[in-house]
């Protein structure tokens, strides 16, 4: 009688042979013990308690690290280094550090996002369906017209092609009183994201640049012009 695979129980006993043999690996490079990294479902079903600095792998073997209250992924995949601090955020990963650019026109980038983050009470736009990773910058209209922005050359290193990104416009001085402008998935080209809005001389506007999923791994480019 033909053997019945239960695929889930198969993954991820081949997911912690891999682990086991990576780990083993380590070791002879380093002639220490590697440390026991465990499974989790991440980012779905992460663990109800976790350790800033903990390492895990996840149900498709890509490692992951927990710092500042959430999980994040190494850009390397599977085979991240142990032992090492994680690399350190994007300066505009945050609303209150966003990043201001200035002009009628122009070109920031490219920056990366691979290890960005979301904040608590993050706003999503009305068109996004998801968002995860996001970078913050601020612009100031020099006069009353309509402006384009968009993140035409973001660069995705996994998919070796255009970043999946997100885009929304906003006004507001806080995350808790934003006002919706524009909104943006993908844009009229490919997977990168394409605002339009008229623009109100004087006025601060928030551009919010967030990627689809956590895997994205790569630069975002923002470009700019009236």
Not at 31 to 60: I, R, W
Not at 96 to 122: C, D, F, H, R, W
Not at 181 to 190: E, L, M
């Amino acid at each position: 009688m033909a053997r019945t695979i239960n695929p889930t129980s198969h993954a991820l006993q081949s997911i912690r042979q891999e682990t086991d043999r990576l780990n083993q690996r380590i070791s002879k490079v380093t002639n220490q013990k590697s440390p026991t990294v465990p499974t989790y479902d991440l980012p779905t079903n992460p663990p109800t308690v976790s350790v800033e600095g903990e390492l895990a792998v996840d149900l498709n073997g890509k490692m992951w690290w927990y710092q500042d209250g959430s999980w994040h992924t190494c850009g390397g995949g599977a085979g991240g280094t142990f032992g090492e601090p994680p690399p350190s955020r994007p300066a505009n990963d945050n609303f209150a550090s966003a990043m201001s650019v200035s002009g009628p026109s122009g070109t920031t980038g490219p920056l990366p996002i691979t290890y960005a983050t979301t904040e608590t009470g993050e706003p999503q736009g009305s068109v996004v369906v998801e968002l995860h990773k996001t970078l913050w910058f601020t612009w100031v209209a020099p006069s009353t017209g309509t402006v384009t922005f968009d993140l035409s050359g973001s660069y995705d290193v996994g998919y070796v092609g255009p970043m999946d990104t997100t885009m929304t416009v906003w006004t507001g001085s806080s995350l808790g009183t934003l006002t919706e402008i524009a909104s943006n998935d993908d844009g009229p080209v490919d997977y990168t994201s394409q605002c339009v809005f008229t623009a109100s001389g004087g006025t601060t506007y928030r551009i919010q640049v967030g990627t689809y999923g956590w895997s994205e791994d790569g630069t975002i480019i923002l470009n700019w012009t009236y």
